[in-house]
């Protein structure tokens, strides 16, 4: 009998297809697993109204990108340091032409008429404005509306499905089962930034004024008030670049968050006299302005500590470009600032997703309504940024597109840097996750941070002299004000580069948390991959002196450190050094830095993890040598 109905379901399939367009079976390709907090399900779309549905279109060799990048930024690879162009990297990942057959001929085989359809300048995206009743039909789903406590409404689905012979050529199908909902800043009452997932790292509850700023020059007290001084000493960072005008040191900044000029001039004449008069050379995205004469404590901070810090490391002599994304109504995304460098990730050729990333011009009242940065801005060869996202803020697929954008970057010989976060093993906001995956204050799972768990970004932890210590003791991991950013990604697995290091912890210290609250695999990226002093940075704020504490605090450092190992390199002709993951796990490089191994990391009502010998994810490898990494950096080609 079972035999025979098979048969008899084959056997009419099989005289189905030939009298229809042939279909082959639908599969899932994207799922949900919950709503995100604040949302509630309100009722079905209606069929007629319209939708703009967008297909990223599954990119060529991309599946090999990790190995292109490998292969120039392993020491020991005879390719070391031979990045790419634009065009290279534009042309080696273009979907192929089969690629965007398949999804128009699929699409026009389903009744929607060739003229609707439209492809991306860079043929990444295929867009199509359909009825909610043809975008269910194609994609066997339902279209229902979601409702946010603050009234915003967003339109997607739970589930959707895709035919077997169209699914290995589509990444993700946007509005979907994203719920990376724009909120503005007014409903949320948050910063456009932060609502949207955005969070600035630097830890503004604990500031405090940092007295009187006479009595903390010098390496006295450094265990409770960092200025430029202990950080040059810390890391033997004593370097007056030469090759100035080949250079900059890029800092991304995503307004309302943007810099007060007279506190950078207080800071300057108290602690970095050599800034005195200088700017950052500010690059406005997408209508961002700085500096700012009517922001806050809270917009200032970040900003301030980031170009104080920043500016100070690489010496007055060595300009520092500010990237300002967004306009004051709206602010940006992480992808608003990578179209902005990029021009194949723009808008329908790249990993956007309209209803997560900012589309301008934005026609909201005071919106910039210029047109869309795209493929304008030049990039830095260093790259850092003091903002992050929670894993669990983003689709999978959303955030694989844009870690791989990280790893065109690297291709390009950028080198690209993210804090790994303030709150332990929990996420921004002292969220964990729960069992169904959704984040909240009363989780319990290991919250990671994302870009930093990308493994094409050098994710950067924070470390602190121990109180009553000085800069000559070892650091300890950051405790206390805010505990480093660490662990174990949800969405990336590990790349060969630190495979060693993070199996020599998961073998020597294996955390002993049941495997229900950690990635235990022992198959996932860990992150961070170095750190830096993070605690009690002095930063001239508003007027006054504060301190401030923060992974947001360590980035800068690593990335000025990094400018001025770019300097040297450039200096004698050589080439920047890129990304840079797979030089400092090296053997080679073991030696480059400074092994923490006191401290630990708790979030989610444990004790996180440990600092340990070797790699550990709190610190990673440890903080850098300066005058060892330069000169084992010179020596590469
Ligand atoms: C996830 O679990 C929490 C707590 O049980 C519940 O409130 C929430 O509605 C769930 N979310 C989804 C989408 O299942
Ligand atoms: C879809 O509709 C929008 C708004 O009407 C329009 O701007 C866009 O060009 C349309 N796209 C296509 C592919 O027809
Ligand atoms: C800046 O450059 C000038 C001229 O080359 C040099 O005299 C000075 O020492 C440099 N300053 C720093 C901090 O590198
Ligand atoms: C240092 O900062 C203080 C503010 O705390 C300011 O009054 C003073 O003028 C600054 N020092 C110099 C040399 O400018
Ligand atoms: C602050 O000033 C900038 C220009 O300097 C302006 O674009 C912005 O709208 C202002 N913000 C507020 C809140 O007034
Ligand atoms: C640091 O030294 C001070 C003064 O000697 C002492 O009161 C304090 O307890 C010490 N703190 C720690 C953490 O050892
Ligand atoms: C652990 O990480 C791997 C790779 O990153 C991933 O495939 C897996 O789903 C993760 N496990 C959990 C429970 O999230
Ligand atoms: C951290 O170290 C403490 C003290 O040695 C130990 O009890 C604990 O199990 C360790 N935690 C992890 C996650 O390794």
């Known amino acids: 009998m079972r035999c025979l109905s098979i048969f008899l379901i084959a056997a009419s399939l099989g005289l189905l297809s030939s009298a229809e367009p042939f279909r082959s079976p639908y599969n899932i390709h994207e799922k949900r697993t919950c709503i995100p907090q604040g949302w509630s399900l309100t009722r079905r779309c209606n069929p007629i109204s319209s939708i703009p549905l967008r297909f990223a279109l599954k990119q060529k060799n991309i599946e090999e990108i990790g190995n292109y990048l490998y292969d120039m930024s392993h020491p020991n690879s005879p390719n070391y340091g031979k990045h790419w162009t634009a065009g290279d990297v534009a042309r080696t990942f273009a979907p192929t032409d089969e690629t965007v057959g398949v999804v128009r001929s699929w699409l026009i085989t389903s009744g929607i008429g060739e003229e609707r359809i439209a492809l991306g300048r860079a043929k990444a995206w295929i867009q199509v404005n359909v009825t909610v009743e043809e975008a269910e039909e194609l994609m066997n789903t339902e279209y229902n509306v979601y409702t946010h406590l603050s009234g915003k409404v967003h339109v997607a689905c739970e589930v959707y499905y895709l035919p077997e012979h169209v699914q290995p050529h589509v990444d993700f199908i946007t509005p979907s089962v994203h719920f990376d909902a724009k909120l503005t800043r007014r409903s949320s009452g948050e910063s456009a930034s932060s609502a949207r997932g955005i969070g600035r790292l630097g830890f503004v509850s604990d500031l405090e004024t940092a007295g009187a700023v006479s009595s903390i020059h010098g390496l006295e007290h450094c265990d409770t008030s960092i200025t430029p001084i202990c950080l040059r000493t810390l890391y033997d960072l004593f370097y007056n670049p030469v090759a100035t005008d080949k250079n900059s040191f890029g800092i991304v900044e995503y307004t309302p968050n943007t810099y007060v000029q007279s506190d950078l001039q207080m800071f300057a004449r108290n602690f970095s006299t050599d800034l005195i008069g200088k700017e950052p050379y500010l690059v406005s995205i997408d209508g961002g302005y700085a500096p700012t004469t009517n922001g806050t404590i809270e917009l200032d901070i970040e900003s301030d500590l980031d170009l104080e810090y920043g500016m100070s490391l690489v010496t007055g002599n060595q300009t520092v470009t500010l990237y300002q994304v967004g306009d004051a109504v709206n602010g940006a995304s992480m992808n608003n600032f990578l179209d902005a460098i990029d021009g194949s990730y723009c808008t329908l050729d790249g990993g956007d997703d309209p ?62 840097l993210y804090s790994s976060g303030d709150n332990g093993v929990a996420g921004n906001s002292d969220l964990c996750l729960i069992s169904n995956h959704t984040q909240s204050h009363d989780g319990y799972i290991f919250n990671p941070t994302f870009p930093g768990t990308c493994p094409y970004v050098t994710s950067v932890g924070a470390t602190m002299v121990k109180p009553n210590a000085t800069v000559f003791d070892p650091e300890v991991a950051m405790m206390g004000r805010i505990y480093s950013g660490g662990g174990f990604s949800n969405y990336f697995g590990m790349p060969e580069y630190q495979k060693k290091a993070v199996d020599h912890y998961l073998t020597k210290y294996r955390p002993d948390y049941p495997s229900t609250i950690w990635n235990s695999t022992g198959m996932s990226r860990g992150y961070p991959d170095i750190s830096a002093n993070g605690a009690n940075y002095v ?23 990094l400018t001025m190992i770019n300097d040297a390199r450039l200096a004698i002709g050589k080439g920047p050094i890129g990304f840079v993951n797979p030089t400092i796990y090296s053997p080679e490089f073991a030696d480059a830095f400074n092994d923490i191994t006191e401290g630990n990391n708790p979030g989610c009502g444990t004790a996180g993890y440990n600092a340990t010998d070797g790699w550990d994810p709190l610190t990673g490898l440890g903080t850098p040598k300066f005058p060892k990494l330069l000169a084992l950096w010179l020596l590469l080609p």
């Open 539 to 561: 930063v001239a704020l508003d007027g006054g002196f504060r301190h401030i504490s923060g992974t947001s605090c360590s980035s800068p450092v690593i990335g000025a450190i």
């Open 355 to 416: 209803l997560q990333d900012i589309v301008y011009p934005d026609i909201l009242p005071g919106g910039y309504m210029g047109p869309e940065a795209c493929g304008t801005v030049e990039p830095t060869y260093v790259i850092s940024t003091s903002y992050s996202y929670n894993e669990a803020d983003l689709g999978p697929f959303y955030a694989e597109r844009q870690c791989a954008e990280y790893a065109k970057l690297g291709l390009m010989g950028i080198t690209v």
